[in-house]
């Protein structure tokens, strides 16, 4: 052990010297070793100890590591508490435009339920009528002779407009073929619609399989059907105050009373619009694949508007004549021809539809309904006749003028519209437009 001394004045004595003396410890041997030294903590004040460099070297790298660990952690809890934050103010954003659109509804005076009235209407949703893309629908009771089919809305699909779509629409519908919206719920983040219950279900029902004899109306009531649906959408699209246009017309969204009564519903998709406006602006296509216009897809074929629901329509009254499971015992190439084209070739050559069903003189009514549904579904918007005429051509006699050919070669481009329509959800790409 080294002493240090060291002596400094001090200042009460003129000539006195203070000395102060402490230890020095001696690292040498530490040192020689590549280690450091230091005093021990339970040991004398003199005596040291040797420690290596790598194990403090290695504390502070641990420490690092902890700390940028830490750091990672704080930052990833901060990300998910905004994600949930924005989550949160978002749904919260919906329900707000959700309340201040049912506050501007009141005057339309449908009910308002609670979520526990639904609960307590459908019995705990005990009978399940089917599932959609948007919600499930349940057969409810309001009373022990008012029968109702509750839609409960999915909360994981889209922000609301469904909802507000069809509760908006509805508002302004009043017609013996289009169903009677009784009331919603919009309790928090839970939405459903109330609506009258028709017992027979929907038209696909009776069309699907028109080779089971059993299922068939017969065609007397498909006309009257086919009539009424083309009525209903007549309304629609002038009976309003404003212009709605449907954009999901197929059999799934008809529904059949008691009576076999068709009313038009599911509203999720409807737009509305001013009587005299006669183009409709769209971000993106909407519709069920095989009843969707081509403009919807496509500007290159016009303009959208409400004769896209005439397209539909025409495509609904092709399946009612033919279904699509009696289209393959119809003819072994009939999977190498697009439906539509196949009637129009049988009609064009003046061939029976090989529509078997009902008695022999019945071929007349599906004829009639096959040439109207043709003229429906011509490929551009302005050759296809408005809803009031097809209803005038339902309505009139049996002397109906053929349509033009859709599926001719179309001009200089040279494209077949047959393969196109076959195509459609895979040529054509969606053109977005701005509202």
């Known amino acids: 052990m080294i002493s240090a001394i060291q002596s400094i004045p001090y200042p009460s004595y003129k000539y006195a010297t203070l000395f102060l003396e402490w230890p020095e410890p001696n690292c040498g041997h530490c040192e020689r070793q590549g280690r450091k030294c230091r005093l021990k903590n339970n040991g004398t004040k003199s005596e040291i100890e040797c420690v290596d460099l790598s194990k403090a070297g290695t504390k502070r790298k641990w420490v690092a590591t902890c700390a940028s660990l830490g750091s990672l952690v704080v930052l990833l809890l901060v990300v998910a508490a905004y994600r949930v934050y924005s989550s949160d103010r978002k749904e919260k954003e919906n329900q707000l435009k959700i309340e201040r659109f049912l506050d501007d509804y009141r005057a339309l005076k449908p009910s308002r339920y609670s979520y526990a009235d639904i609960k307590r ?3 705990d949703f005990e009978d399940k009528l089917g599932e959609g893309a948007y919600g499930t629908v349940y057969k409810g009771k309001l009373s022990s002779e008012l029968f ?3 839609k409960v809305l999915n909360s994981s699909k889209g922000d609301g407009e469904e909802f507000i779509n069809e509760v908006g629409t509805m508002g302004h519908i009043h017609h013996v073929n289009v169903v009677r919206l009784v009331g919603f719920c919009a309790d928090g983040f839970r939405r459903a619609l109330v609506y009258e219950f028709l017992p027979n279900g929907s038209l696909q029902d009776f069309i699907s399989s028109p080779d089971n004899k059993n299922s068939f109306l017969g065609w007397d009531k498909m006309q009257d059907i086919a009539l009424a649906i083309a009525k209903g959408i007549e309304y629609l699209h002038q009976g309003c105050d404003q212009r709605i246009l449907h954009f999901d017309i197929k059999p799934h969204n008809v529904l059949l009373d008691h009576n076999f009564t068709p009313k038009i519903s599911d509203f999720g998709l409807a737009k509305l619009c001013s009587k005299d406006q006669s183009i409709v602006s769209m971000t993106t296509a909407r519709g069920t694949m095989g009843y969707i216009a081509p403009e919807v897809f496509s500007r290159n074929f ?3 508007s409400y004769k896209s629901d005439v397209y539909s329509f025409g495509m609904l009254l092709l399946e009612m004549v033919g279904g699509r499971k009696n289209v393959g015992s119809a003819t072994e190439k009939t999977n190498e021809i697009y439906y539509p084209e196949w009637i129009y070739n049988l009609l064009e050559e003046g061939d029976d539809l090989r529509i078997h069903i009902g008695g022999e003189g019945e071929g007349k009514i599906p004829k009639k309904l096959a040439i109207v549904g043709l003229w ?12 009031k005429a097809v209803v005038q051509m339902l309505e009139g006699g049996e002397s109906l003028t053929m349509p033009p050919n859709p599926f ?7 494209t077949n519209a047959s393969t196109a329509a076959r195509n459609l959800n895979i040529q054509l790409e969606t053109i977005p437009e701005l509202e």
């Open 148 to 150: 109702v089919a509750v």
């Open 121 to 123: 209407i459908t019995n």
């Open 376 to 387: 429906c579904i011509q490929w551009h918007p302005v050759d296809r006749p408005s809803m």
């Open 408 to 414: 001719a070669s179309t001009g200089a481009a040279g």
């Open 302 to 304: 016009g303009n959208v």
